[in-house]
T-cell receptor
Framework: AQKITQTQPGMFVQEKEAVTLDCTYD???????LFWYKQPSSGEMIFLIY??????QNATEGRYSLNFQKARKSANLVISASQLGDSAMYFC????????????FGAGTRLTVKP | KAGVTQTPRYLIKTRGQQVTLSCSPI?????VSWYQQTPGQGLQFLFE???????NKGNFPGRFSGRQFSNSRSEMNVSTLELGDSALYLC??????????????FGQGTRLTVV
């Protein structure tokens, strides 16, 4: 069963504008972690931001913030002030504490920042 | 602080051969996970090692195996290579055992091409 859903295969954003990448997840485990990674064309997966299921506040890391809506099971990534270097694939992922320890990934969203 | 190191970066093998990929995690990290990334299947979990023990395994045939050494370095082996094994193989390291609450940091990957 698909546990992580990213419904936007591709997104475009104008440089310096903000963009939201959608992610919904499915789990019955009360303890889980949600992650966003950036994958440029070089292939490396770059960790961006983490949100724990028990965290009360939305996670923020520099220009990245995670809009965590637990009841809706969504964990959208917001990138503020987009830069050309933000163009890449973005993956949402989840780890569940009491099920398998593997990290499940969504299909990804390809973000293109236009000058 | 050094990141996750994967060697080699690129590899070309012939069908039927075997291959060994190496991953050195971040110093102090004891958990190493392996993932296969292909255009068709996306990112799929292979297995995870913690303190030299395989804790979890994904849905891959027995041709895929791995191990972890006492210094936390990990290797994965693929025997009797098939064309469909061509992929980017990513290794991720995590600090400790509370998986859901621990970020995973990835290496640059090994791009395997089977001809």
């Amino acid at each position: 069963a698909q546990k992580i859903t990213q419904t936007q295969p591709g997104m475009f954003v104008q440089e310096k504008e903000a963009v939201t990448l959608d992610c919904t997840y499915d789990t019955s485990d009360p303890s889980y972690g949600l992650f966003w990674y950036k994958q440029p064309s070089s292939g490396e997966m770059i960790f961006l931001i983490y949100q724990g299921s028990y965290d009360q506040q939305n996670a923020t890391e520099g220009r990245y913030s995670l809009n965590f809506q637990k009841a809706r099971k969504s964990a959208n990534l917001v990138i503020s002030a987009s830069q050309l270097g933000d163009s890449a694939m973005y993956f949402c992922a989840m780890r569940e504490a009491h099920n398998n320890n593997d990290m499940r990934f969504g299909a990804g969203t390809r973000l293109t920042v236009k000058p | 602080k050094a990141g996750v190191t994967q060697t080699p970066r690129y590899l070309i093998k012939t069908r039927g051969q075997q291959v060994t990929l190496s991953c050195s995690p971040i110093s102090g990290h004891r958990s190493v996970s392996w993932y296969q990334q292909t255009p068709g299947q996306g990112l799929q979990f292979l297995f995870e090692y913690f303190s030299e023990t395989q804790r979890n395994k994904g849905n891959f045939p027995g041709r895929f195996s791995g191990r972890q050494f006492s210094n936390s370095r990990s290797e994965m082996n693929v025997s009797t290579l098939e064309l469909g094994d061509s992929a980017l193989y990513l290794c991720a390291s995590s600090r400790t055992g509370e998986i859901a609450n621990t970020e995973a940091f990835f290496g640059q990957g090994t791009r395997l091409t089977v001809v």
